[in-house]
């Protein structure tokens, strides 16, 4: 058995309209990376042109790499940092006051590595309320981080994250619970 690249490279895993929006994007998407940091209404505004739903003061880095932004939703004040990148080939939700930090990786995309075509497969995220995808962590395919759970920094899920636990390593263990206390005044 061998893998059949001729066929894999044939293969046009979007139809036509995702391939104009993909390609107006690529156009646009300067004028979002451009744009002067503190412009968050303008970063959002460029991504709800395309079909994003993004929450009311969400905060979006300019440096952030948004691959399909119709496949993006975002809570109210929910944050994605410097040079994260939202590969979001299947949808991404991102819940309200989430963090997404800088050099984090959300990956919605993988490939079917059984079949000898290797189709693409668009698989989800969710990111729920409250959770903190810390510093260069990894978020696979599938994968859903549960409210108020924390995936330390350089983690990497491989296995839905229950809501307010601590994970870290690779691949991914729980290690706390994650206990909020009053904030310091």
């Not at 990376?33 to 209404?41: A, I, M, Q, T, V």
């Not at 948004?66 to 929910?78: D, E, F, K, R, V």
């Amino acid at each position: 058995m061998k893998l059949d690249i001729a066929r894999a490279r044939a293969n046009r895993p979007y139809t036509k309209a995702e391939y104009a929006g993909r390609l107006a994007w690529a156009i646009v998407r300067p004028l979002f990376r451009l744009s002067p940091k503190p412009c968050h209404g303008w970063r959002r505004m460029l991504l709800r042109a395309f079909g994003a739903r993004i929450g009311r003061d969400a905060r979006i880095d300019p440096s952030a790499r948004i691959t399909i932004p119709w496949n993006l939703a975002m809570g109210a004040q929910a944050s994605i940092g410097e040079c994260a990148w939202i590969y979001n080939l299947g949808p991404v939700t991102i819940g309200e006051r989430a963090t997404v930090s800088h050099l984090a990786h959300l990956c919605a995309g993988t490939h079917d590595y059984e079949n000898a075509a290797l189709p693409l497969l668009r698989m989800g995220i969710v990111i729920g309320d409250d959770a903190w995808i810390c510093t260069e962590a990894f978020v696979g395919p599938g994968m859903s981080v549960g409210n108020g759970a924390v995936v330390a920094a350089r983690a990497v899920t491989v296995r839905p994250v229950p809501a307010w636990t601590v994970v870290a390593g690779n691949p991914a263990r729980a290690i706390k619970t994650r206990v909020l206390r009053e904030a310091d005044t």
